[in-house]
């Protein structure tokens, strides 16, 4: 067993390499109880590799997987944890409770606790009604509910999510959260992995996986937080115009459209009235306004600056 | 093995049957289809073929020799003939599939002990010629025996043995079974497995306690009970709709169908494990199972004429060792424990796959 403050979920120095050059490279989480810890990287970052390897299905050539305090390949360790792979389709021919009890009975749960279990997961996840409906009749938001239900029927401590809410309209994605934060309320530790800011910043910390590494991690608003600069915001009409201008701003570091507005990075220490006042020369009616920073805009301009610097 | 983790997937893959009309069907029609295409289709023997014949004796020697193929149920003496040109133009437009001609001197060569008779076949489907030659063969030679003094003027080749009606389908029909349970057996596991990794869901079991064994097992008992209750079906349509005797033993039957078909069910589990999705598996199984089954199981052709290296080739047929044991139980009456060499065969295949399947289960991550 391991340390009383081991986290639930414990991946150390982690290298893995398919043979065709390294795809993880010492890559360090720690996933306590009651935290969703989000892994967030572009397609083809690593991050289902790095899923894989947390749940034992892969073996890293360097580096230790443990969850629940011990090794992930540990015999008996597989009703502690549960993994959501991307594109789980579980099985469209059978019922929502023919699926559930299918994993209740691979758990081994005894047939009483199985029956209660499948009812409160019906209730929490809203699909008391459709019990009897074929899997493959529900919507996608439904089945991905389903898939993360199927995953907690054995009741897990950690649990492993591959990108579970890819193509599902927000409605849903929502309603999934909110599934999803009543399970992190009960203590399970969950490892989360996106490619979507928003869900990103849904998470108590977030890792952000690039290049085989973590860059940077912590909670959204610490790496929404960028030391030396700061955010603002350009309205008023013509601004899609005016970008090429706002680019060649005193101070400017970055500048990108969002809807019908522009976004700007600062530097430190570049006088705001200047930059304002460089503004009325190009358009009279437009307006600077100081933003608190997101998530989205820090590691886009991130990703927009390693870009740029090529590495 | 815990018995509720092996019960869940076999309940699984019953609703994924049950549910699935198209499997559901070709499990439970495709037997009675082949064994009724197969057993009334292939004929290896011939009834009524319509033949000329051509007397140039104006004898009652040859009188008599049309009097025999008239009386045999394999001929029918259809058209007479006063010369060859018209014969051949009937030979030709297909009016009769062959034609008997008995030379001037038929009479006296008889007496002398040295007539020969001319056999004019349609060679256009070579199986039926084949096999008008080797009746009219029969037929003259046994004519000659009767008279005593000639000598036999053609070579007789004995074709059945053990088929004392010389009906081709008691010979077929057992060959069938083994055909029905390849094919059903294969073909149907190739897809379960292939499919559990198409949905993705393989990775997800992976994660639960699920051994390989349990999910072996689970996968493979409800097709074995929908392959055995095929078996039933076709053994009775054997015994009742197409008369073929069961002179062995019943139990020795069921016993060595179901180890063939745990043989096939593991052949469709590998091919399923290594081809990772149903298209390509449902492809390689029946390259594999239903082609060695009809051509080198010695169904329908026999072993020992083929070519020596496919004679070899024939040893990995499971099917093989299948239709000698149901032929045996069924036309011999052989109990399956005297041809040990041909069960021990079986169950080593079944060995060795299981031990493949375990070893490829064990590569896709599944535990145990």
């Known amino acids: 067993m391991g340390h009383p403050d081991e986290p639930l979920i414990l991946l150390s120095r982690i290298t893995f390499d398919y043979g065709s050059g390294p795809v993880l490279e010492g890559v360090g989480i720690g996933v306590a109880a009651g935290e969703i810890y989000g892994l967030l990287g572009a397609d083809g970052a690593g991050k289902s590799t790095l899923l894989r390897i947390a749940v034992g299905q892969l073996q890293p050539q360097a580096g230790e997987a443990r969850v629940l305090g011990r090794p992930v390949t540990a015999p008996g360790l597989a009703p502690g944890l549960a993994y959501m792979p991307q594109g789980f389709g579980l099985y469209p021919d059978l019922s929502v409770e023919e699926n559930l009890a299918f994993f209740a009975d691979l758990h081994g749960l005894a047939a009483d606790v199985a029956a209660t279990r499948i009812r409160d997961l019906l209730q929490r996840t809203g699909m008391q009604r459709f019990g009897r409906r074929r899997a493959g009749r529900l919507s996608g938001g439904m089945m991905q509910k389903l898939a993360l239900a199927c995953a907690l029927v054995s009741e897990p401590r950690a649990m492993f999510l591959d990108e579970p809410t890819t193509g599902v309209d927000p409605v849903s994605r929502r309603a999934f959260w909110q599934l999803l934060n009543g399970v992190r309320a009960e203590g399970v530790a969950i490892l989360y992995a996106t490619a979507n800011l928003d869900e990103a910043e849904r998470c108590d910390r977030v890792g952000l996986l690039e290049g085989g590494r973590i860059r940077r991690q912590g909670t959204p608003d610490q790496l929404a937080r960028v030391e030396g600069r700061r955010l603002f915001t350009v309205t008023g009409p013509g601004v899609r115009q005016a970008l090429a201008a706002l680019r060649r701003l005193p101070g400017v570091e970055w500048v990108f459209p969002r809807g019908r507005a522009a976004v700007l990075w600062l530097r430190d220490g570049s006088g705001t009235e200047a930059v304002r006042h460089r503004l009325q020369r190009i358009a009279p009616a437009l307006r600077l306004r100081e933003t608190v920073p997101g998530l989205q805009e820090t590691v886009l301009w991130e990703l927009a600056q390693r870009s740029r610097d090529g590495s | ?368």
Not at chain 2, 29 to 53: C, H, K, N, Q, W
Not at chain 2, 137 to 144: N, Y
Request: hydrophobic share 55%; aromatic share 8%.
């Open chain 2, 1 to 368: 093995m815990k018995r509720q983790r092996v019960a869940a997937m076999a309940r699984k893959e019953w609703w994924h049957l049950l549910r699935d009309p198209r499997s559901l069907a070709l499990m439970l029609l495709m037997p009675t289809m082949l064994l009724f295409l197969f057993g009334y289709a292939i004929r290896l023997d011939i009834s009524e073929a319509p033949i000329g014949v051509l007397d140039l004796s104006h004898s009652a020697a040859g009188r008599e020799l049309q009097a025999r193929f008239d009386a045999s149920s394999a001929f029918a003496v259809t058209r007479r003939f006063d010369h060859h040109a018209g014969l051949r133009a009937a030979l030709q437009r297909g009016e009769i599939w062959g034609a008997l001609v008995i030379p001037a001197d038929y009479s006296r060569r008889l007496q002398q002990g040295g007539a020969v008779v001319q056999l004019l076949l349609d060679g256009v489907d070579a199986n039926t010629a084949r096999l008008l030659r080797n009746y009219s063969e029969l037929l003259v030679t046994t004519l000659a025996r009767e008279r005593g003094g000639g000598r036999p003027m053609l070579t007789v080749e004995e074709r059945v043995f053990y088929n004392e009606t010389r009906e081709s389908r008691l010979a077929i029909v057992p060959g069938v079974i083994a055909l029905v349970m390849a094919v059903i057996g294969a073909l149907m596991t190739s897809l379960t497995i292939a499919r559990e990794m198409e949905l993705g869901n393989l990775v997800m079991l992976r994660t639960t306690p699920l051994t390989r064994g349990e999910f072996l097992l689970g996968k493979l008992l409800p097709y074995f009970v929908l392959g055995m209750l095929d078996l039933a079906v076709a053994t009775a349509a054997a015994v009742w709709v197409f008369d073929v005797p069961l002179r062995g033993s019943l139990p020795e039957l069921v016993l060595v169908s179901g180890l063939f078909l745990l043989v096939v069910m593991l052949q469709g589990a590998l091919i399923s494990m290594l081809a990772g999705n149903q298209l390509l598996a449902s492809q390689i199984a029946l390259v594999q199972t239903f082609l060695p089954a009809f051509l080198l199981s010695g169904f329908v052709f026999a072993i020992d004429n083929m070519p020596l290296l496919l004679q070899y080739v024939t040893y990995a047929v499971p099917a093989r060792y299948f239709v000698t044991l149901s032929k045996a139980i069924f036309l011999k009456g052989l109990s399956p424990l005297l041809l040990w060499g041909v069960s021990g065969a079986l169950l080593l295949m079944l060995l060795v796959l299981l031990r493949l399947c375990h070893v490829k289960a064990r590569r896709l991550g599944l535990g145990g």
